[in-house]
């Protein structure tokens, strides 16, 4: 018998020398990982071949059942590396077949930004993406400039960088990021030293400074950086003061009018964060002293003023408007809200017509909040009127905490649109049913509770987690209280109906049933699917799966279960199959039977079989010969006209019918949905023919042996 060797394409998985004979070869066809595979005289495996190119090294992870490692002088491209590098596994490490370190005149390129310096050998050179200096010192810097030693970049510590010039540090980055100027910093920027430091901007015609003396920190414009003096710049002077020190903490705005004048204090913060406009001593969050107090007077006129007042004739903090106008609060310069002259407030309309006056859409529809008094019967606090009449309302019921809409013609209803002019779009009906889209309820059962009408409904979950959110049906026996369920009661179906120019039938069904005895945390259950047949009234059970995961199908017409692939015929792709020892649905379990679209059946076994217990059968006698039937039989090659285009061999059915009628069988001809076409397609029964080939077999035995036996006695004459 020729050795076979072996063959596979499932991606890094190589063949197992102890599954592989002297001198025979396996192979992988995965394009990701190819390989031709021997095993040597030590039984260790051997990869001929061919190179293996990819950023991660050959066989890092082998698939389920494949020999893991390397071979011995296997090859890999790096392509990891630029330049990409070949490796050998020398049968412990890839090792690069180019030394990593050349003398100058040949060394490798490098990446971008990196140098050139020595090994750490001192021997040769190489390339680094990193350099090493010494820490050095102020007066002698690891980075200078010729003729300049003293002036330079050194580290003062370890995480540290300085800048030194004359021998001295004057710039500092600390292990922290933070930046010191003249000193070690203590905060992100810090500009240190023992005399007054400022920082100055300069432009054409002026400046200004940022500085700080004794308890002061000043900015300014055209003021002395150290003392804080006027500067003669021909231009007045303005400044801020940040003054601390151990009594007293204070911001304060100083302006003059004219050059060289001394500066006057305009406002000021107090350490415990009082304001004071025109007074350094304010003692309350903000006090204004001046004339006129705090006004709002836009036409400058005095006919529209407004005041705002700390205390109005001890009665509290007030705003005034002198005049005979109302006050109005806008946004997005539209008036919303008006509060007028004589007190009334109205919200959406200019001209309030009562102590709240609050419209939508036009006047004849207004909205009034109800001042009622707390108690325990109903109180309304919101009503809505057409004219005298109320058509709703929100309310207190019996004096719960809850918040409750009345509406006075029996439905509340939701609408879209411009006022006037809106389109209904939700509704909830006299009788606590919900309708979307529709103002009328269709359910042909009459059971909705929720119906929604021309539109989906989507249940959506965006959420960074396993779970789900969906559809959840719950079923209890009690009325309102969690009582038992029992087997075999409904849980919840999903229904399907269609209209038939008069009513609306229902032409298939999803339901879930309880399947067995429930208890605590213990629920069994199992789904039903049911279709209307044609011509029928009512839908049929056509499928279920049990509480064991069991399905059962059920049908009265051909294709009880029908399998289709558009895949050609062939054994490359699988129809049907089998697994035992599973644990789930995640292809867990081991292969023991297949099915394959050009219709072969094969199994781990090769055992096919039928019942044929003795208990089962009767009128048992032996089989009449079968000698003329076979010799009758006519082997015929043939190809079928489409699919499986190969030669066979094997019988036509027509032939067979001739010599034994009881070998054929035929079956009619139907469509997609069933139809008989009027034709009939014939089958040979082959499992019958090997039996009468075994009888056939058996006759043969007998009349070779009757003439051995005839030979054997004229041989001994």
């Known amino acids: 018998m020729a050795l076979q060797h072996l063959r596979s394409s499932t991606a890094n998985k190589r063949p197992t020398p102890a599954g592989m004979s002297d001198g025979q070869l396996a192979m992988n066809t995965n394009s990701a990982s190819p390989g031709l595979f021997l095993k040597d005289s030590a ?63 040949k060394l490798q390129d490098g990446t971008a930004g990196q140098i050139v310096q020595t090994d750490s050998a001192g021997t040769g050179v190489e390339w680094s993406s990193t350099t090493n200096l010494p820490i050095a010192s102020a007066a002698a810097p690891a980075y200078s400039f010729q003729g300049d030693p003293n002036t330079g970049l050194y580290s003062p510590g370890a995480d540290q960088l300085a800048i030194s010039t004359a021998g001295t540090g004057r710039v500092f980055v600390d292990a922290n990021g933070r930046v010191g100027i003249g000193g070690s910093p203590s905060t992100a920027l810090h500009l240190g030293g023992s005399s007054s430091q400022t920082i100055r901007i300069n432009s054409n015609t002026s400046a200004g400074f940022v500085g700080t003396t004794g308890y002061i920190t000043q900015i300014g414009a055209n ?50 964060g009082k304001v004071g406009i025109g007074t350094s001593s304010p003692d309350s969050a903000l006090q204004v002293n001046g004339a006129g107090g705090i006004r709002i007077n836009e036409d400058g006129a005095g006919t529209k003023l407004v005041q705002l007042r700390s205390d109005y004739a001890g009665q509290g903090p007030a705003i005034n408007v002198f005049t005979n106008d109302p006050l109005l609060f806008l946004t997005n ?82 609408g879209t649109g411009t006022a006037g002019t809106a389109t209904e779009k939700v509704r909830i009906d006299s009788s606590g049913r919900l309708l979307v ?50 087997n075999n009661d ?8 269609g209209a038939d120019g008069t009513t609306f039938p229902e032409a298939a069904r999803i339901e879930s049933f309880v399947d067995g005895a429930p208890g605590t945390n213990d629920m069994p259950g199992r789904l039903v699917f049911y279709t209307t047949a044609d011509g029928a009234s009512s839908p049929t059970e056509r499928m279920r799966v049990d509480s064991l995961g069991r399905t059962h199908l059920f049908t009265g017409s051909n294709h009880v279960l029908r399998v289709a692939s558009s895949t050609g015929a062939g054994t490359s792709i699988i129809l049907i199959r089998g697994l035992y020892s599973a644990t789930d649905n995640a292809d867990s379990g081991s292969e023991s039977f297949r099915v394959f679209t050009n219709g072969d059946v094969v199994n781990t076994n090769n055992s096919y079989g039928s019942i044929s217990d003795i208990k089962l059968k009767e009128n048992i006698v032996d089989a009449n010969s079968q000698w003329d039937d076979l010799k009758a039989l006519q082997v015929r090659n043939y190809n079928f006209k489409e699919g499986q285009t190969h030669t066979q061999i094997g019988l036509i059915a027509q032939e067979v019918e001739q010599v034994s009628p009881g070998l054929v069988t035929e079956s009619p001809d139907r469509d997609e949905k069933g139809n008989d076409l009027g034709t009939v397609t014939k089958s040979v029964n082959y499992s019958v023919l090997y039996m009468k080939a075994v009888k056939a077999l058996q006759e043969a035995m007998d009349r070779i042996e009757t003439l051995e036996a005839k030979v054997a006695a004229l041989e001994g004459v």
């Open 43 to 105: 039984g260790a495996l051997v990869k001929v071949g061919p190179v293996h190119v990819g950023t991660t090294a050959p066989n890092v992870s082998p698939a389920s059942g494949g020999q893991a490692g390397n071979s011995t002088g296997e090859q890999w491209l790096d392509t990891s590396v630029s330049p990409n590098q070949m490796k050998v596994w020398n049968g412990s490490a890839w090792v690069g077949i180019v030394a990593d370190e050349l003398p100058v005149s």
């Open 437 to 486: 889209g529709t103002s009328t309820a269709r359910d042909p059962a009459g059971e909705s509770k929720i119906e929604v009408f021309n539109g989906p409904i989507s249940v959506s979950t965006f959420a960074n987690s396993t779970g789900f959110y969906g559809l959840n049906f719950i079923k209890s026996r009690g009325t309102s209280t969690n009582v038992i369920v029992q």
């Open 223 to 272: 003021r002395n950086p150290i003392d804080g003096s006027i500067v003669n710049t021909g231009t007045a002077t303005a400044f801020i003061n940040l003054e601390a020190d151990v009594s007293n903490g204070s911001i304060q705005f100083c302006t003059t009018g004219t050059n060289n004048a001394a500066a006057l204090e305009r406002m000021r913060i107090t350490s415990d």
């Open 490 to 497: 409904s849980l919840a179906a999903v229904r399907f109906f």
């Open 333 to 414: 310069n539209s008036e919303r809200l008006r509060i007028t002259s004589d007190g009334k407030v109205g919200i959406g309309t200019s001209s309030p017509g009562g102590a709240l006056d609050v419209v939508a859409g036009n006047t004849s529809n207004y909205a009034i909040i109800a001042n009622n008094s707390y108690s325990t019967g109903d109180q309304n606090f919101l009503q809505f009127k057409a004219s005298s009449t109320i058509i709703g309302d929100f309310n207190r019921p019996n004096g719960t905490n809850d918040v409750e809409f009345n509406a006075g013609f029996g439905a509340i209803a939701f």
